[in-house]
T-cell receptor, first 115, second 112 residues
Framework: AQKVTQAQTEISVVEKEDVTLDCVYE???????LFWYKQPPSGELVFLIR??????QNEISGRYSWNFQKSTSSFNFTITASQVVDSAVYFC????????????FGTGTRLQVFP | KAGVTQTPRYLIKTRGQQVTLSCSPI?????VSWYQQTPGQGLQFLFE???????NKGNFPGRFSGRQFSNSRSEMNVSTLELGDSALYLCASTGRDTDTQYFGPGTRLTVL
């Protein structure tokens, strides 16, 4: 069975601190996709990144970076120099490569960035 | 390109009633998925439609149903509402050239 675990329920940091959100996944599939979404208070899930299981290269996008390690089944997300606007709930998700229409979500990590 | 739109944004119903939620996908996207988000259960997959056919279904009772029209717009219906159906219902669309779901703003349903 597929499962995504986000052990950190809530993280609080002060602006400009770096913060890492952890994501551990379980799947028997050899081909799959991993995602991160951001959910601000408005409720809409905002897509951040997609990574397929064959691509273990780390990715950086501005202040955001992602570390994918198949050996530990982890797909961690780091925000560098956090800002108040980063405050949101962040979800890690998993899908089979053939069934990207169905996402398995973790429970989310609420990030609060204080000025 | 306009994003995924959902109507209505907020809805209040009473137990026993039924409700219909609507979702318009991104132009050109033919797959529409529905999710329920509650504080207790988190985000759970309801069902997915492609070309007017339900391709995949989550573990929800038959009171939850959906359909998709020829223009890819989708509706979901919940009959005989229960208090536990109070949730944020999110719709997402996926295009043929992308393996990514893009979400709408959601419909917040409150059952009294």
């Amino acid at each position: 069975a597929q499962k995504v675990t986000q052990a950190q329920t809530e993280i609080s940091v002060v602006e400009k601190e770096d913060v890492t959100l952890d994501c551990v996944y379980e799947t028997r599939d050899t081909t799959y996709y991993l995602f991160w979404y951001k959910q601000p208070p408005s409720g809409e899930l905002v897509f951040l990144i997609r990574r397929n299981s064959f691509d273990e290269q780390n990715e950086i996008s501005g202040r955001y970076s992602w570390n994918f390690q198949k050996s530990t089944s982890s797909f961690n997300f780091t925000i560098t120099a956090s800002q108040v606007v980063d405050s949101a709930v962040y979800f890690c998700a998993l899908s089979e490569a053939e069934r990207t229409d169905k996402l398995i979500f973790g429970t989310g990590t609420r990030l609060q960035v204080f000025p | 390109k306009a994003g995924v739109t959902q109507t209505p944004r907020y809805l209040i119903k009473t137990r026993g009633q039924q409700v219909t939620l609507s979702c318009s996908p991104i132009s050109g996207h033919r797959s529409v998925s529905w999710y329920q988000q509650t504080p207790g259960q988190g985000l759970q997959f309801l069902f997915e439609y492609f070309s007017e056919t339900q391709r995949n279904k989550g573990n929800f009772p038959g009171r939850f149903s959906g359909r998709q029209f020829s223009n890819s717009r989708s509706e979901m219906n919940v009959s005989t509402l229960e208090l536990g159906d109070s949730a944020l219902y999110l719709c997402a669309s996926t295009g043929r050239d992308t393996d990514t779901q893009y979400f709408g703003p959601g419909t917040r349903l409150t059952v009294l």
